[in-house]
């Protein structure tokens, strides 16, 4: 019975590596944004369908970051740069609504798919639209399901659009979650955020860093 057990345990963890490492090539490589998305694609496509073996967001995130770095160092790290000097801009244009950068961008994981994701603070989230008419900025409107602590979790307003070959996703918050940040969807943990003064300091130093 013990032997047997342990062969299933060790059993599961290959699974779990194998899916956390498919469900990253699946990312890195077809576009696919969600981690919901990406593990349960990975499992079908390799036919595991224990539940037990699916790997969490973050081991797909640290297999991710091995699959950038070993097949694609080149050009996600063009990309990351690119993305993280967009931000910069981006940060300096929405200055009213004390913008912070958040997600891949800043993580560091981000490649040519992905979309530069601020998060602005306003008690009145339409001033936002306005300041986007104002500058002739064409947006959809769109919501998202933000967790702001591990009790409470809100559908927020938010919008999408391009500048220029990168997608920009804003999220709008009240000013109160200037002092707590929203729980990561990666590890549940409270997220990190850059202001512009710090995405100044990354890439003034290694651009790469995550």
Avoid: C
């Avoid at 969600?34 to 224990?50: M, P, S, T, V």
């Avoid at 929405?94 to 008690?123: C, I």
């Amino acid at each position: 019975m013990h032997r047997a057990r342990q062969r299933a345990e060790t059993r599961t963890r290959e699974w779990r590596h194998r899916l956390a490492h498919e469900a990253a090539r699946l990312m890195a490589e077809s576009g696919i944004r969600d981690y919901h998305q990406a593990r349960l694609k990975a499992a079908q496509r390799l036919g595991i369908h224990d539940e037990a073996a699916l790997p969490r967001n973050h081991e797909i995130e640290a297999a991710l970051r091995e699959h950038q770095r070993l097949f694609q160092a080149d050009d996600q790290a063009s990309a990351l740069r690119t993305r993280r000097e967009a931000a910069l801009r981006a940060l300096q244009f929405f200055a009213p609504f004390q913008p912070r950068l958040v997600g891949p961008v800043l993580e560091g994981t981000a490649d040519r798919n992905s979309p530069v994701q601020l998060q602005l603070f306003a008690d009145d989230a339409d001033a936002v639209t306005r300041y986007l008419d104002q500058h002739g900025i064409p947006a959809e409107a769109r919501t998202r399901r933000i967790r702001m602590d591990r009790a409470r979790t809100e559908v927020v307003p938010g919008w999408m659009f391009s500048v220029e070959d990168v997608a920009f996703e804003l999220t709008v918050l009240s000013p109160l979650a200037l002092r707590q940040a929203p729980l990561s969807a990666v590890d549940e943990r409270p997220m990190r955020r850059a202001s512009l003064a710090q995405l100044e300091q990354l890439l003034a130093g290694d651009g790469n860093a995550g």
